[in-house]
C-alpha cells in the first residue's frame, strides 16, 4: 500500500513509529451524503491513512474534494457510510475528548451573545479550571493571536480576520491533544496570515498536539506540514501521502526560498492540477456500486 | 439636542395630535354616551382613587402578572424540551397546531365552568393560557434554529447539557422567545379584562363594566383611558428588558444592515 511506502520513506530520519504511536487511524472510510429528498452525494469513496501522536499534517485537494466531510467524521460530528475512524485505539463514534475544532465558517462558530473572552472561557469552564487560571490561559491566547484589546468586545464588532483569530484563540487555549483546522487562515490579509503559520508551527513543537491543517493553499500545506495529504477529486480517494522532508526548523524567509521547498511545492502543485482534471489513482469501489 | 426633540416629536406628536382631536371633537357633545373628553379628565382623579387602584387596578395587574409569568415559564420549558426532540415535536405538533387556531377569549367560558367565574384562579389560568401559546410556538422555533456550526462547536468542546442549555441554546433562541412575549403580553392584557366581564366583583375589567351598567359614562371613559395607559406602560417595561437582554442581537443586527 503506498502509506506504507511513504511512511517507510520518511523512516530515514524518523525512527519507525511503533503501532501505539498512532494517534489517529483512518480504516477505509466511505462517505456518502444521503439526505432525504435530494440526490445521494458520495463525498469520500476510500480513505486509509494515519497519523502519528505529535504529527502536523496538512490536507490539500481540490474545492469540494470533501475535506470538510472528513474533517467532520474525525471530529465525531459526522457518521461514516462504511469504514471507521479510530482515535487512540477506539472508534469515533461521537466527539472526542481532547480534541478541538476550528470551523471552515469560523464567524458562525463564535458565540453571538458572549464577548471574545467569554467564547474563549466556555470550553475551560466546562474543563473545571478555576478561574484565576482560566483568566490567565485566556490573556495568553489572545496574545498569541495579538487580539488583547478585542477580549471584551462582541465576535460581530470584529473583521472576519479578526473572528477567524478568536476562534483559533478558543482552540489553543482549550489545549487539545489533537486539533483539528479547516481553512482556519482563509480570510487573514497576508502578513497576519504568516504570524498565525508560525504560531500553529510553534505551538505544535511546544504542546506536542496532534495537528490536522485543511488548506487550499499549496504553500502553506509544505510550509506548515510535515506531509501533505493530497485528495482527488469526488469521490474522494487519495492521490498522494506526500512527506516533506524540510528541516523541522522553519521561518518563512529561508524555507520558502529553500530549493526542496520549490520542489515541494511544485509536486504538490502538479498533483491538485492532476486531480483537478479528474485523474484518480484506482481505489476500491464502494461495496454494491457496481456500473 | 435637535435630534433629542426631533426623537420627542415622533413620540409624542401623534398622541397629542389625536388626544387634541379627541378634546375639539367631543367639546360640546351632549351624547350622554360621548361626553367631552374634558368632563372625562374632570371624572379620572375622582374616579380611581387610591382605594380603587388598590381594590381594582393591582388585583387585575397582578393576575395579569402571575399568568404571564407562568406562561413565559411553561412555554420556554415545554417549548425547549419539544424544540430540541424531534420525538416530542412529531407528537406535539397537531396538538399544537389545534390550539393555537383556538381564539384565546373562548377560553373564557369554558375555563370559569371549571375554575369558578368569580375566583383569582379561572382568571389567571385563562391569561395564562392565552399567553402560552405565542411562547411556546416561538420558542419551539428559535430552538430549532439555532445556527448549526454553533451547535457542532458546542458539541466538539464536550459542553454539559446544562451548560448547553443555558449559554447555547437559550441565547440563540431568545430573539424568538422575546418575539413571543411580546406578542403574549398583548393577549395577557386583553384577557386580563376579558376574564372579569363575565363575573367578577372586583378588577378593572370589572369596574368598567360596572360604570357602564350603572350609566356611569364618563367615569366608563376614564377607565379605558387608564386601560391604553397600562398598556403603554407595560409596553414601556418590555421593551427596556428586551434592549438589555437582547442588546447583542440589536447590535449583530445593526452591522449586518450596514448602520
Ligand atoms: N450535508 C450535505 N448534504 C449533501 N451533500 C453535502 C453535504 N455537505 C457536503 N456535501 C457535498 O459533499 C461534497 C464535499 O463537500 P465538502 O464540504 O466536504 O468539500 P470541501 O473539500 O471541504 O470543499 P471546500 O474546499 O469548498 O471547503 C460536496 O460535493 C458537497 O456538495
Ligand atoms: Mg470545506
Redesign the interface.
Known amino acids: 500500500m503506498s502509506i506504507t511506502t511513504m511512511l517507510s520513506g520518511r523512516a530515514a530520519q524518523t525512527p519507525a513509529a511503533p503501532a501505539t504511536d498512532i494517534a489517529l487511524d483512518l480504516r477505509g472510510v466511505q462517505k456518502t451524503y444521503d439526505t432525504p429528498g435530494r440526490p445521494e452525494v458520495e463525498a469520500i469513496r476510500h480513505l486509509d491513512f494515519q497519523i502519528r501522536r505529535g504529527e502536523l499534517v496538512c490536507v490539500v485537494g481540490p474545492s469540494g474534494a470533501g475535506k470538510t466531510t472528513l474533517l467532520?467524521s474525525i471530529?465525531?460530528?459526522l457518521d461514516v457510510t462504511a469504514g471507521e475512524v479510530v482515535l487512540d485505539g477506539k472508534a469515533v463514534t461521537?466527539?472526542p475528548?481532547g480534541?478541538?475544532?476550528v470551523?471552515q465558517?469560523y464567524g458562525?462558530?463564535l458565540?453571538?451573545?458572549?464577548t471574545v473572552r467569554q467564547n474563549i472561557e466556555?470550553?475551560l469552564?466546562?474543563k473545571g479550571i478555576p478561574k484565576a487560571e482560566r483568566q490567565e490561559k485566556i490573556d495568553r491566547a489572545l496574545k498569541e493571536v495579538s487580539l488583547t484589546e478585542a477580549a471584551e468586545q462582541?465576535p460581530?464588532?470584529l473583521s472576519g480576520g479578526m473572528q477567524q483569530r478568536v476562534a483559533i484563540a478558543r482552540a489553543i487555549a482549550?489545549e487539545p491533544s489533537v486539533l483539528l483546522m479547516d481553512e482556519p487562515f482563509a480570510a487573514v490579509d497576508a502578513q497576519t496570515r504568516a504570524e498565525l503559520e508560525d504560531l500553529v508551527r510553534s505551538l505544535w513543537k511546544h504542546l506536542g498536539v496532534t495537528v490536522l491543517f485543511v488548506t487550499h493553499d499549496i504553500d502553506e500545506a509544505v510550509y506548515l506540514g510535515e506531509r501533505v495529504i493530497v485528495l482527488s477529486n469526488r469521490p474522494t480517494v487519495l492521490m498522494e501521502d506526500v512527506k516533506v522532508d524540510l528541516p523541522a526548523e522553519r521561518d518563512q524567509l529561508t524555507t520558502r526560498s529553500d530549493r526542496r521547498f520549490g520542489e515541494l511545492r511544485g509536486h504538490v502543485y502538479e498533483l491538485i492540477q492532476r486531480a483537478k482534471r479528474g485523474d484518480r489513482p484506482d481505489a476500491p469501489q464502494p461495496e454494491g456500486a457496481g456500473f | 439636542m435637535t435630534t433629542l426633540l426631533k426623537r420627542a416629536f415622533m413620540l409624542l406628536g401623534l398622541p397629542i395630535i389625536l388626544v387634541a382631536a379627541w378634546w375639539f371633537a367631543s367639546a360640546g357633545s351632549t351624547s350622554p354616551f360621548w361626553p367631552p373628553l374634558s368632563t372625562i379628565l374632570e371624572a379620572f382623579p375622582t374616579t380611581w382613587t387610591m382605594d380603587r387602584i388598590v381594590g381594582d387596578v393591582f388585583p387585575s395587574l397582578a393576575r395579569l402578572g402571575i399568568g404571564f409569568a407562568l406562561a413565559v415559564l411553561v412555554g420556554i420549558v415545554a417549548g425547549t424540551a419539544i424544540g430540541l426532540s424531534p420525538t416530542l415535536r412529531a407528537l406535539a405538533e397537531p396538538v399544537l397546531e389545534f390550539f393555537r387556531a383556538v381564539p384565546p377569549p373562548v377560553l373564557v367560558p369554558i375555563i370559569a365552568l371549571f375554575a369558578g367565574y368569580t375566583g383569582w384562579l379561572g382568571k389567571i389560568v385563562t391569561i395564562a393560557l392565552g399567553c402560552l401559546w405565542p411562547i411556546l410556538l416561538n420558542t419551539v422555533e428559535g430552538v430549532r434554529g439555532l445556527?448549526p456550526?454553533?451547535g457542532?462547536?458546542a458539541?466538539?468542546?464536550?459542553?454539559?447539557r446544562w451548560?448547553r442549555l443555558l449559554?447555547?441554546v437559550l441565547?440563540?433562541a431568545?430573539p424568538r422567545i422575546f418575539t413571543g412575549a411580546r406578542q403574549a403580553l398583548s393577549i395577557g392584557v386583553i384577557l386580563m379584562v376579558i376574564s372579569e366581564l363575565f363575573g367578577a366583583n372586583r378588577g378593572l375589567g370589572a369596574a368598567i363594566v360596572q360604570f357602564q351598567r350603572s350609566f356611569a359614562i364618563p367615569q366608563m371613559w376614564t377607565g379605558i383611558i387608564l386601560l391604553g395607559l397600562i398598556g403603554v406602560l407595560l409596553a414601556a417595561i418590555f421593551k427596556v428588558v428586551e434592549n438589555r437582554m437582547l442588546a447583542?442581537?440589536v447590535?449583530?443586527r445593526q452591522?449586518?444592515r450596514g448602520v
Do not use: C, N
Open positions: 467532520r471530529a465525531g460530528l461521537g466527539p475528548e480534541m478541538a475544532v470551523f465558517e458562525r462558530s458565540f453571538p451573545w458572549m466556555l470550553p469552564k466546562e462582541h460581530w464588532q482549550f | 445556527e456550526v454553533l457542532d462547536t458539541k466538539s468542546y464536550q459542553l454539559s451548560r449559554f447555547v441565547p440563540g431568545s447583542w442581537y447590535g449583530q452591522i449586518e
